[in-house]
């Protein structure tokens, strides 16, 4: 696996570092790279290669590797289609790959960054990357086989605005990225399929099913790691989630919501309740 101070695509010794593995995938500038570097760290993790090692703390947070494309806009600024066309629903699936890409450098992130964390943790974060990277990869060629690729849609930037908000704290990270953002696919992709299914796109609604059933094992994932968090600095799991979502995510927390999903995904009737209240308090304003 590549050292973290190697160029972020080109070819170095393997390391016996996970810290320095898990920077080189975040660093990493292009898609071809991005996915293979998550490919051999989740094959070298699994089979021992590499493994955790005294490390001093991480860095400060910066923005992973990228490509050039796609452009950056603010999210109101992203335009939305019908998916009347094979031009609207590539866009769709753009957008739903642009979170996909993002997700396998959250992921990334959350392994490199809270380095108190049990080995079991890393492991599960390292999964959901290669995960992420999956689907990133079933959704590209679904796009290709519509005529687009990756980059030729702008899109927005607020997944890794939410990684480093939460960079200080792995409780908040959990809450917020996996129980906040994350989770909201699981609300709206039943929708998406819906109107996919509806225009006779059921290519496109098959990468979505596989999607949406994986995507709640990541965010149970999340909810795991969240309770852990919270027992070890005695705190209530239900009400920190609510205090953290009130005070730094209010606005992404709007229904309908998917509550088998989001069950199945750990979440607690106590904060499904108040969920379902704010987002009904939300529409009345």
Known sequence: MPSASAAPDS???AVDALYDALAHCLAASTVDGKLAGVAALSRDFANGIIGT???SPAPPIRAPG????PLMVAARDVPHRGLGTPEGRAAL??????IEFNAIDLALDAAFRFRDMPDAYRAD????AADEARHFSLLSARMAALGVAYGDFPAHNGLWEMAEKTAHSCIARMALVPRVLEARGLDVTPGMVA???AVGDLESVAVLEVILAEEVRHVAIGS???AW???REGLVPDQTFLALARDEARGAIRGPFNLPARTAAGFAESELRALMDWSDKERQR
């Open 125 to 128: 974060w390292i999964s959901v």
């Open 53 to 55: 090692v005294p490390a």
């Open 93 to 98: 699936l753009h957008a739903v790959a642009h």
């Open 224 to 226: 795991q790691w969240f």
């Open 66 to 69: 990228r490509p050039p494309r």
């Open 229 to 231: 968090c919270c027992e």
């Open 195 to 197: 109107r996919l299914r």
């Open 11 to 13: 070819p170095a010794p």
